[in-house]
């Protein structure tokens, strides 16, 4: 997510030390659960120390800090608004990371670069692979797909990795994601509707945090996808998240029509990890004991 509010440093490395792993976008969940699944072998930066909209903040940081590889999880996120906010959403999903990825290549720099599972707007009854043509719909979809494009065609060390509905634990304060926003609705409403056409993967950020890191140290090049295990729609989700934390509320199924959201949301974007698992990576668990390990022992490692 942009940091809006502009956050300094997460994390520092020994004076002249350059880290191995910088993270562009370190103020946000992905950032902050890689700075603490990496340690000190990880620097993650807010927006005051590594600005990707300015290529002299770009500049000055890759040059100081000489990384082995950067992982970028900066990205303007707000689906909906972007398509009032279109010049803002692809300064930020498309240019900065242009910026960052043809500074990463003038240096030989490894670059990490996370997208999402929006860049599949078509119809869809398997899951997705990495050679699939994406077709992507709405302001903020199709500004991750020439993101991905800006950062293949300007990176020769890069892999660009997709990920869906992401969510950190819940112990955690001061972010936002479906998991808690559904908590603090159960505990306001008696009911809710909740779209029940939509299939994908949630994936939970102490898994999908190891796995970059794994990527980042690794060789592996072009577009790999990383989720939890499985599928399901954001009904059966809610539905799930509430019987784990023990919420009584009545929920109702509702199509993507009748929610109406602004921006188009994919329909089936569940991805295939195959190629992910191939390579021997952390493992990654299947979607609901995922969810129960963020609600029900928040504060469990990895």
């Known amino acids: 997510m942009v940091d809006e509010n502009h956050s300094d440093v997460l994390g520092e490395s020994p004076e002249g030390v350059s880290p191995p792993v910088l993270i562009a976008g370190g103020e946000g969940q992905l950032g902050r659960e890689l700075a603490r699944a990496g340690g000190a072998s990880v620097l ?36 909906d608004r972007a398509e009032s906010e279109p ?95 559904m908590l603090r609705l159960g505990r306001e409403r008696q009911s809710l509707r909740i779209v029940r056409d939509q299939r994908c993967t949630p994936t939970y950020v102490r898994d999908l945090a190891p796995a970059l ?14 989720t939890n295990l499985g599928e399901t729609t954001w009904y059966d989700f809610a539905g799930e998240i509430f019987g784990l934390a023990g919420v009584s509320i009545e929920l109702e199924a509702i199509t993507s029509e009748q929610y109406g959201a602004p921006a188009p949301r994919p329909s089936y974007s569940v991805l295939s990890c195959e190629r992910y698992e191939r390579l021997g990576g952390p493992a990654l668990r299947g979607w609901k004991e995922a969810l129960a390990a963020a609600l029900v022992d928040p504060e469990a490692p990895g």
């Open 87 to 181: 010049e803002r959403c692809r300064a930020v999903n498309v240019e900065a990371v242009r910026r960052l990825a043809v500074g990463c290549e003038r240096r030989g720099i490894r670059l990490v670069h996370v997208s999402t599972d929006y860049v599949f707007g078509g119809p869809g009854r398997r899951p997705r692979r990495e050679d699939e043509e994406p077709s992507p719909r709405g302001v903020y979809a199709v500004s991750k797909r020439d993101g991905e494009l800006a950062a293949l065609e300007s990176c020769s060390r890069v892999c660009v990795v997709r990920t869906c509905g992401l969510y950190d634990p819940v112990s955690v304060d001061g972010t936002t994601n479906f998991v808690k926003t």
């Open 213 to 226: 890191l794994y990527v980042a140290a690794s060789q592996v090049s072009g577009v790999l996808h990383v």
């Open 44 to 79: 993650a930066l807010g927006r005051l120390r590594l600005d990707l909209e300015d290529a002299a903040s770009i500049e000055r940081c890759l040059d100081r800090q000489r990384p082995q590889a950067v992982i970028n999880c900066a990205a303007y996120t707000q689906v």
